[in-house]
């Protein structure tokens, strides 16, 4: 089993940047596959982007894709996501996830393990 947590949120003006990161403690982190999702408040939670294992394959949210840059570093056990000009709808509460197995899903329900989240805001 892992346990996620997730760090870096904040508040930040539109345009401005944040890095929020994943610390994965327990099983080993390269078994994992890890997503980012997020959840504002009256939404449904959505997928953002994942990572796989090594790395090599990273789909991301269409409409993110070009301000948001997912990374991950097996030797720290952690995984990243660089978000660039911030927009005020992109205020969420942040959450990583990591399933095992060889495929990467973009639906939260095949995602077993969850961090508590990180808050997002951005100031118009």
């Known amino acids: 089993q892992v346990q996620l947590v997730e760090s870096g949120g904040g508040l930040v003006q539109a345009g401005g940047s944040l890095r929020l990161s994943c610390a994965a403690s327990?099983?080993?982190?390269?078994?994992?596959?890890m997503g980012w999702f997020r959840q504002a408040p009256g939404k449904e939670r959505e997928f953002v982007v994942a990572?796989?294992?090594?790395?090599?394959?990273?789909p991301y949210a269409d409409s993110l894709k070009g301000r948001f840059t997912i990374s991950r570093d097996n030797a720290k056990n952690t995984v990243y996501l660089q978000m660039n000009n911030l927009k005020p709808e992109d205020a969420a509460v942040y959450y990583c996830?990591?399933?095992?197995?060889?495929?990467?899903?973009?639906?939260?329900?095949?995602?077993?393990?969850w961090g508590q989240g990180t808050q997002v805001t951005v100031s118009p």
């Open positions: 996830a990591a399933a095992e197995g060889n495929l990467l899903y973009r639906s939260s329900r095949f995602y077993p393990y």
């Open positions: 327990g099983r080993t982190f390269s078994y994992y596959n």
């Open positions: 990572i796989s294992k090594n790395g090599g394959s990273t």
